[in-house]
């Protein structure tokens, strides 16, 4: 059984976040690794799409994969694909392994999660950019339950400061939604204002491969930049109560695709 001790769900509720060190073995993480980096070649591939960039990022639609793109400005280094489970039947069985769904009963509240959304992250060796502090929650006000949404993380590689480990401010999750920017464009402005929250203490959370961290939709959280000659790579598998619809069908109807 995988469920969170009492201990555990207390830390959880008082932090906002829960960390399990070497959840998954080498070999599993090398499964991962390999599911994912065949993903990304596959959608990478002789690529030269429109990209926009709005906030502090870069994106590329894919409509006919049903997919965002997330890339490290104009550079050829993918910061980061949105979502995937539908393009990857591997990567979509481990998002369903109690190692991930059971602990996540206990921060969504709910008996029976499934996914919501699915993020590959990757800070390439030495261009991996930083994540500004941001909640969750602001970017999924068209799901069906956001307050009970919440992220499971699991690294494939290490995770160091200098690598851009995550980043976290424990009970921040308890004040609702913080000040976000008002000097961006739509999307930019869903970030935490840094001038306003500027007083808040992170905790860097470093961890070996394998190891997962859990945290609902109100979480302060940020990454810095990847300044090693190494890749950080990691699987970001969000949950929601059974019988929410998946992100997905919000990225089909703005491409006007269907399943």
């Not at 590329?60 to 979502?83: N, R, S």
């Not at 991930?100 to 008996?111: C, D, N, Y």
Request: proline share 7%; with cysteine.
């Amino acid at each position: 059984m995988h469920h969170m001790t009492e201990a555990e769900q207390a830390q959880c509720d008082r932090d906002g976040y829960l960390v399990r060190e070497s959840v998954f073995s080498p070999d599993e993480v090398a499964a991962m690794v390999t599911a994912g980096e065949d993903l990304v070649a596959g959608l990478v591939a002789g690529r030269d799409g429109r990209r926009f960039t709005v906030g502090s990022y870069t994106f590329e639609a894919d409509a006919l994969e049903a997919v965002m793109l997330k890339w490290e400005g104009d550079t050829d280094a993918l910061h980061g694909i949105e979502p995937f489970a539908h393009l990857s039947p591997e990567l979509e069985r481990w998002g369903l392994d109690p190692r991930f769904t059971e602990p996540m009963q206990h921060v969504i509240g709910h008996a029976s999660p499934i996914l919501f959304t699915e993020k590959l992250n990757l800070k390439r060796a030495h261009h991996g950019g930083p994540n500004p502090l941001h909640q969750d929650r602001p970017y999924w006000d068209d799901a069906d339950d956001p307050d009970h949404t919440a992220t499971a993380i699991v690294y494939l590689d290490d995770t160091t400061v200098d690598n851009g480990c995550l980043e976290v401010v424990p009970g921040s999750h308890t004040a609702g939604r913080h000040p976000t920017r008002q000097d961006s464009d739509p999307f930019g402005n869903l970030e935490m204002d840094p001038e306003v929250n500027a007083h808040m203490e992170r905790v860097q959370v470093t961890v070996p491969a394998g190891s997962v961290v859990f945290f609902g939709a109100y979480l302060a959280h940020a990454t810095g930049p990847n300044t090693t000659d190494r890749d950080r790579r990691a699987l970001l598998y969000s949950y929601q109560p059974e019988g929410c619809a998946h992100s997905i069908e919000g990225l089909r109807k703005l491409f006007g695709t269907k399943a």
